[in-house]
């Protein structure tokens, strides 16, 4: 599912709701939640999951075809951890959903 299905699925479910709105308050929240973790910060959505940062440590690899050392820095990575209530979602319902 992308961004136009998700906002197309909201606008279904909710009395009033245009798609154009849907899709604006999907890139609000979405927005919100890429802010929050520029900032340092997570984002906890109950019965959903977690958003947070996590520190990838600097490493030293090597070029596959020439083998020279490659320097990769450290960074902070996005990281997602859903909730259990997600988790025991029924397989039959996210088996058709790509």
């Known amino acids: 599912m992308n961004r136009r299905l998700l906002a197309r699925q909201m606008a279904a479910q909710v009395d009033g709701l245009t798609v154009e709105l849907a899709a604006a308050a999907l890139e609000a929240m979405l927005d919100s939640i890429s802010q929050c973790l ?18 990838r440590p600097a490493r030293q690899t090597y070029h596959p075809r020439t083998k020279a050392p490659i320097y990769i820095p450290a960074a902070n990575v996005p990281h997602f951890v859903p909730s259990p209530e997600l988790g025991r979602a029924p397989k039959s319902e996210s088996a058709g959903s790509v």
């Open 38 to 55: 520029a900032q340092g910060g997570s984002v906890r959505l109950s019965r959903f999951g977690t958003f947070s940062l996590r520190h």
